[in-house]
T-cell receptor, first 109, second 109 residues
Framework: NAGVTQTPKFRVLKTGQSMTLLCAQD?????MYWYRQDPGMGLRLIHY???????AKGEVPDGYNVSRLKKQNFLLGLESAAPSQTSVYFC????????FGSGTRLTVV | AQSVAQPEDQVNVAEGNPLTVKCTYS??????LFWYVQYPNRGLQFLLK??????LVKGSYGFEAEFNKSQTSFHLKKPSALVSDSALYFC???????FGAGTRLTVKP
């Protein structure tokens, strides 16, 4: 039982490049979330999904897009990466409490 | 606006002493309150939650938290700190999926 799996774990992008972060869960949870974690700012919600085929904006959605085509997967996309998007990204699902993935450390140079 | 605040960026305690990590919230209606711990280079791990019922909630690793409605607080406590408790702690409110900025706990031998 893997819980929540994020890929990749590390990535370095050049400004303007695009990439997709994948979050996969095997707990059959409806709710899935993408957060970014920055020093001194805690976790900030980027986008979330309340079920397959649905997505909604969180606190800091600009520069990101998401898709939830399958219940078990929640994808976070960066169309044109910027240095301000250098961060650690966490995916989470919500049953009776959040279950987090181990994170993706993204550096945009 | 619904929010959660952790007023201390850093808490330092000596091993064996009691510890408190503070959290206050602002939520309309009944809050669902959570504490999570993050060890270095790891994702967040669930510690405990308050939904309804007894105001004193016991969680993992000997931690507990007290829900105080009149003070709108949900402080995390442990009677005797361990060096291995050193980590980043986050308070969260489920209703608006808000996390506090985090408190770094350092327990010194």
């Amino acid at each position: 039982n893997a819980g929540v799996t994020q890929t990749p774990k590390f990535r370095v992008l050049k400004t303007g490049q695009s990439m997709t972060l994948l979050c996969a869960q095997d707990m059959n949870h409806e709710y899935m979330y993408w957060y970014r974690q920055d020093p001194g700012m805690g976790l900030r919600l980027i986008h979330y999904s309340v079920g397959e085929g649905t997505t909604a904006k969180g606190e800091v959605p600009d520069g990101y897009n998401v898709s939830r085509l399958k219940k078990q997967n929640f994808l976070l996309g960066l169309e044109s990466a910027a240095p301000s998007q250098t961060s650690v990204y966490f995916c989470a699902t919500n049953g009776y409490g959040y279950t987090f993935g181990s994170g993706t450390r993204l550096t945009v140079v | 606006a619904q929010s959660v605040a952790q007023p201390e960026d850093q808490v330092n305690v000596a091993e064996g002493n009691p510890l408190t990590v503070k959290c206050t919230y602002s939520v309309s209606g009944n809050p669902y309150l959570f504490w999570y711990v993050q060890y270095p280079n790891r994702g967040l791990q669930f510690l405990l939650k308050y939904i309804t019922g007894d105001n004193l909630v016991k969680g993992s690793y000997g931690f507990e938290a007290e829900f105080n409605k009149s003070q709108t607080s949900f402080h995390l406590k442990k009677p005797s700190a361990l060096v291995s408790d050193s980590a980043l702690y986050f308070c969260a409110v489920r209703k608006d999926v808000r996390f506090g900025a985090g408190t770094r706990l350092t327990v010194k031998p």
